[in-house]
């Protein structure tokens, strides 16, 4: 049992909406993943739920008469993981997706959850960093689109305000088409693992030159990053063993990982550097694919 | 809002329609285990990581332990118990059973759960061992190092559920 | 012929239909529920508790603190009691403690409706306490001036040494090269699936049942009735299904404390279950050790003198205090028994989680120091490490040098050669050659072992059976040997009735234990089930054959040494020609108004041998420099533990033992706050024990010997398989990349480190060799 002192169940996003503004107190659990777990531990934080679990209306994976693709924040990872949609487009996602957790996991936890919760650790940061995703979320004062980097305060501080809720998140059509893009989990374990760090990288050729290039990088900072430097460093040139090698080195400059008991400082750094070759590689091996 | 709150719920157990009025702070392992009597799935760390309360809800596998007992609502559960049907073990039982897949079984309810699922999404496909690994990634085994399990999963794919 | 088939376990379909039932799966009406206050500092003592408004929480039935409880210490550890009192294990338990002396030390319990509520009573109980510098590593807990954890014990739980052979200072100074090295291995946890989980009630006024998850019933009740001063014949202790154990359930843990809440709570039923967070640090783990190995080696490939010196960490508590540490040394000798060797060791204290039973027993640390020195040996006279383990290696009837025993089986040369087959060691040799430079590279390794079938002479070995014909012809046996899951009620099966002619299928063994009815037995561990009870089982079958043909003799009026048990039936011995079935025979023992009665025979052994078993592992692995990672392409174990009873079954011991070996060398430790002694990892989150994804495919092979002092010629298999693989896995990495690493576990950090430190990685701005 966990120590919930107040149930709401929410029959759609607007319910959800109007819970909130009338019990500012209240959290929002979907999945269940992170928030069950959290209570379990003793968290005060989420002792009033609004439930959002399992809302239709929220789970959705399409694509808008622009060509954006639209994921609803109650999507779990399974489906992105196997969603034809997202392996065609975003197979920097479907990447991200199935490395999170274990199979039971990825039925469970929801994309919106694990941005929604801040940890730097979360897999499908960094892919959507390196898709430009933008988030929609919605509260009694309307709707509001915000870009994930923007969304990320600090160390587990978002920019969800009270009252909202986070709907969809949008990738949209110039982020994705005619890219390729690949991410790397590293861990412990091959499975039911925390990254120690994540990359992502999306990239788009043009000839034999990088016309456009994204990384970003979970656990390399207080919250997902991007890597302007590496980026910087990266676009417009030409693509060479020695470009890869820069690109790793730079990547030095846009991180700042921390030393914790699970890893030190020196360590991440040399993975991190070690992932932008290994993720880079990868993702130009799909260019060539296709 | 405070104190204890009460939710009734219907759903189907193991084929069976059931209505209950269940407390909302409870999971559904709670459920199962407490008040329908169905101890067949584990507690085994209460926090999604060890996978020995897994069980089918609309044929999704989830951990009981870390999904509340109300979202069963309107939901088709399967869980160990509902396997062996007219006294014959199913064919993913049965191939746990012939390829020496159990040791404490304490694992096994759990994963013989996890690899119905995958048979039934898997079903007239070749599978590698890889795919196999990974879809049964969320179950850990301390016993038997995985091999028999890996056999005996291969044997359920020859076997396609009734 | 049932011993020696892959019959399938007698308890399989229970378990896969999830009818077999554990301890929480059990329940009793009005069952309260215990949980513990524990320490949130590592060093202390506590010197103010106020409990009153837990107390006063409605639905709390009782609070305890360690003011209490009994004074008198006990002692925890699941051994046979010595009848030699200097020989007893340290009494430093009691049910509560005010001297904390680990982070998660138990200070005070509450008994409450339901967790919840417990779980908030505990928030409401206030603690002052005053702290002490935390003592984690071994140079500050052997610090004069270091607070003693317990008092008057000098941080000091046992301390000893022995030497064999020749005069090991001269042979050091006479060897060709000597190789000297110190090696650390990690805390790890058993992480078997199913929680510590017990409750007690009183079904008299006077009587205390305890139902509970534990390797040791009969040892349980002694301990309980030590621990509370009860009498040991008004406690009865039932082992239900059991999800594993792998040491920790050889501890006696939380019973007592159960059955002290129920006598102080008029006979109500209480169950104390752990978390997963509370198993990791508040049961038992493995020590860790710190040992130094200096090694003498001849040019022609002799091991010429060995020298070890071993650090064991019990933590807060003695538990198995110091006899891990003796028993994983005293396991040197039967490996190399030509090499004259000296082996010290002491076991402190320390403010960490307590130590104590882990499959293998010291001996995965002390084996593992052994063959990565052995192999730094083979490598300083640049001799090939299968050769040189061949030439040095134990053979059938040398005389184990530290018991002066014969050792009458051993396949160990067998092993290595069928390994060595297996994992195809020439040919890759050869092909790896290539794979010395850049930033994947590959290796091949290897490590022996020897372990024991039991613990005799240090402890009493003794097993029981008792063997029954039911009415309808079948066999029931109630077995002191307890069933964890390692499949002791299989496998005693498979022998009873290969001994009686009878079918498999018609033979069982009781499954639950009841002290009040169960024949007595130390319990599952040290691997003893199989081979202890083998000689109690077959006296027994034998006796009840003899029973049976009797009374087959008084029905058909035939010479009962004229008459047989084949296939469920009573045969003529010489033409086989059946002449009863046992069902007639049986209907008849039980029901003829005159002659006959219910057919018995019960066996209780005392085995005085313990016959070495030994192994080895190989190991093909690719390591991947810049990403720190060793890939493990193949494993292969090879053993001698005598006959196989249950081919398939085995190689299922070997693959979890090979596993939990895998996870031991490559990711699992408990990693610990020095500073304030917390756990970081305590859950199956961060601890990293390998899920599907990190277990390799493993081969298992056998090469069978028939150990004469054995009932079916089968010696022990249990924990064995865990023990080869670390230093195998790390003698590859050796082999691959030139690099030593000294340490468990040989985590991605770690590598880094080391890579780092031999120029593989340059730091900084990255780049590899």
């Not at chain 1, 890893?263 to 060539?288: G, Y």
């Not at chain 3, 003695?318 to 076991?347: D, E, N, W």
């Not at chain 3, 028939?706 to 924990?719: D, F, M, T």
Request: with cysteine; aromatic share 6%; proline share 5%.
């Amino acid at each position: 049992m966990f120590d919930i002192q107040s149930y709401m169940k929410a029959g759609s996003v607007d319910e959800a909406v109007a819970l909130l503004a009338a019990h500012p107190n209240a959290r929002l659990v979907a999945g269940g993943t992170d928030v069950l777990i959290r209570l379990r531990h003793g968290s005060r934080d989420f002792t009033r739920l609004v439930d959002i679990h399992g809302l239709a209306e929220l789970r959705f994976i399409s694509l808008d008469p622009l060509q954006n693709i639209r994921i609803g924040s109650g999507t779990v990872f399974t489906d992105l993981a196997q969603s034809d949609l997202i392996l065609r487009h975003l197979p920097v996602l479907a990447d991200a997706a199935g490395s999170v957790g274990g199979p039971q996991i990825r039925n469970m936890a929801t994309i919106g959850g694990n941005i929604c919760n801040g940890a730097p650790s979360a897999d499908s940061a960094p892919a959507l960093f390196a898709l430009n995703a933008l988030l929609e979320l919605k509260s009694n004062r309307g709707f509001r689109q915000v870009p994930v980097a923007d969304f990320y305060l600090g160390p587990s501080v978002v920019d969800l305000k009270p009252g909202e809720v986070l709907v969809s998140i949008i990738i949209p059509r110039e982020a994705y088409q005619g890219y390729a893009g690949h991410y790397y989990k590293y861990a412990m374990r091959k499975a039911m693992d925390i990254a120690t760090i994540g990359c992502a990288v999306s990239l788009k050729t043009s000839g034999n030159r990088l016309a456009d290039y994204r990384i970003a990088y979970g656990v390399a900072g207080p919250t997902p990053l991007r890597c302007p430097s590496a980026e910087k460093t990266a676009v417009n040139q030409m693509i060479s063993d020695t470009l890869v090698s820069k690109i790793a080195a730079a990547v030095e400059d846009d991180v700042s990982p921390r030393t914790s008991w699970r890893a030190t400082r020196e360590f991440r750094l040399h993975i991190i550097s070690e992932l932008a070759r290994k993720v880079t590689r990868t993702a130009l091996d799909r260019v060539r694919k296709e | 809002m405070s104190g204890l709150q009460l939710k009734e719920i219907e759903l189907y157990v193991n084929g069976t329609p059931c209505k209950r009025v269940v407390d909302v702070r409870k999971t559904l392992l709670e459920l199962l285990r407490e008040d329908l009597g169905l101890t067949g799935t584990k507690y085994g760390c209460g926090a999604g990581e060890c996978g020995a309360c897994s069980v089918l809800v609309d044929d999704v596998l989830v951990d009981a332990c870390i999904y509340l007992a109300v979202w069963a609502h309107g939901k088709k559960i399967r869980t160990i118990e509902g396997e062996a049907k007219k006294g014959r073990l199913s064919p993913v039982q049965q191939a746990y059973v012939t390829e020496g897949a159990i040791q404490c079984g304490f694992c096994t309810p759990g994963f013989v759960m996890a690899t119905t699922a995958f048979v039934q999404q898997h079903a007239g496909q070749t599978v590698t061992d890889d795919t196999i690994r990974k879809a049964h990634a969320g179950n850990l085994c301390r016993c038997t190092g995985y091999q028999h399990i890996l056999r005996a999963v291969k044997k359920s794919m020859q076997f396609p559920d009734e | 012929m049932a011993t020696g088939e892959s019959i399938i376990r007698h308890d399989a379909v229970a378990k896969v239909t999830g009818r077999a039932e554990y301890t929480q799966d059990l329940y009793k009406s009005r069952m309260l529920v215990a949980k513990y206050l524990r320490s949130t500092i590592a060093h202390g003592r506590v010197t103010d508790i106020d409990v009153s408004a837990a107390r006063s929480l409605p639905g709390v039935a009782a609070v305890f603190t360690f003011k209490d409880v009994p004074r008198q210490p006990f002692a925890t550890a699941g051994h046979p009691m010595s009848l030699d009192s200097s020989h007893r294990d340290v009494a430093d338990r009691r049910l509560l403690t005010g001297d904390i002396r680990f982070m998660g030390d138990e200070i005070a319990v509450v008994v409450a409706e339901d967790e919840l509520i417990a779980g908030n009573a505990l928030k409401q109980i206030r603690v002052t306490c005053t702290p002490f510098p935390v003592l984690i590593h071994p140079v500050d807990i052997l610090d004069p001036n270091a607070r003693q954890i317990h008092e008057g014990s000098a941080n000091r739980v046992g301390e000893h040494g022995w030497r064999f052979g020749a005069d090991i200072e001269s042979a050091m100074d006479h060897a060709d090269h000597v190789v000297e090295d110190s090696f650390e291995t990690a805390m790890v946890q058993h992480c078997h699936l199913e929680n510590h989980v017990v409750f007690a009630y009183m079904d008299d006024l006077d009587r205390i049942v305890i139902v509970t998850s534990t390797q040791i019933p009969h040892i349980v009740r002694r301990i309980v009735g030590e621990a509370l001063d009860f009498p040991l014949s008004r406690i009865k202790v039932i082992k239900p299904y059991i999800g594993g154990g792998f040491g920790n359930k050889q501890d006696v843990i939380f019973e007592p404390m159960a059955a002290f809440l129920t006598l102080h709570l008029n006979g109500r039923p209480v169950a104390i279950h752990m978390t997963r967070e509370e198993e990791m640090i508040g049961t038992r783990v493995r020590h860790p050790f710190h040992i130094r190995v200096k090694t003498g080696v001849m040019k022609d490939g002799t091991l010429a003198a060995r020298d070890v010196d071993a650090i064991a960490v019990t933590g807060a508590y003695a538990s198995h205090g110091h006899s891990v540490a003796a028993a994983g040394g005293g396991k040197i000798g039967c490996l190399y028994p030509h090499t004259p060797t000296r082996y010290h060791a002491q076991t402190l204290y320390a403010n960490l989680p307590a130590a104590g039973a882990m499959r293998a027993y010291g001996s995965p640390q002390i084996m593992y120091a052994l063959e990565c020195a052995t192999e730094d040996a083979a490598r300083a006279i640049t001799m090939d490490s299968v050769e040189f383990r061949l030439k040095n290696i134990v053979r059938q009837g040398d005389i184990d040098p530290l018991s002066q025993k014969t050792i009458h089986t051993c396949g160990l040369a067998e092993c290595l050669i069928r390994g060595r087959d297996m994992i195809g060691w020439q040919s890759k040799k050869k092909k790896y050659a290539a794979y010395k430079t850049g930033p994947v590279r590959r290796g091949l390794g290897v490590a022996c072992f020897s372990y024991a079938s039991g613990t005799y002479p240090v402890c009493v070995e003794i097993a029981s059976v008792r063997l029954s014909l039911n009415q309808d012809g079948t066999v029931h046996i109630m077995a002191g040997a307890t069933e964890i899951g390692q499949g002791s009620d299989t496998v005693i099966a498979q022998m009873a009735a290969h001994t009686l002619g009878i079918s498999h299928e018609h033979v069982r063994v009781i499954q639950a234990q009841d002290t009040d009815v169960t024949p007595f037995d130390t319990g599952a561990y040290a691997s003893r089930q199989a081979y202890v009870s083998s000689n109690a089982v077959f006296r027994a079958s034998v006796r009840l054959k003899e029973h049976i043909l009797n009374h087959a003799a008084r029905m058909t009026g035939m010479h009962s040494d004229l008459l047989d048990i084949e296939a469920d039936h009573i045969v003529a011995s010489d033409t086989r020609t059946p002449v009863l079935d046992l069902k007639t025979l049986a209907l008849d023992t039980c029901y003829h108004k005159t002659r006959g009665g219910q057919l018995t025979a019960e066996i209780s052994h005392k085995t005085t041998t313990s016959a070495p078993v030994f192994g080895c592992t190989f190991a093909d692995i690719e390591v991947d420099i810049p990403l720190c990672k060793i890939t493990l392409r193949q494993i292969v174990n090879v053993h001698d533990s005598g006959i196989i009873l249950n081919p398939v079954q085995a190689r299922g011991q070997v693959h979890g033992g090979v596993a939990m070996g895998i996870g031991a060398t490559l990711s699992e430790e408990f990693l610990i706050d020095s500073g304030t002694g917390r756990v970081f990892n305590g859950n199956l989150l961060d601890y990293k024990f390998p899920t599907f994804m990190d277990t390799p495919p493993v081969d298992a092979d056998f090469i069978e010997t028939r150990e004469p002092s054995s009932g079916y010629g089968n010696k022990a298999l249990g924990e064995p398989p865990v023990i080869s693989p670390p230093p195998a896995i790390r003698n590859a990495l050796l082999d691959a990349t030139g690099v030593p690493v000294n340490r468990l576990p040989i985590t991605p950090e770690v590598l880094f480190k080391a890579f780092t430190t031999h120029g593989l990685i340059r730091p900084g701005r990255t780049g590899h060799v």
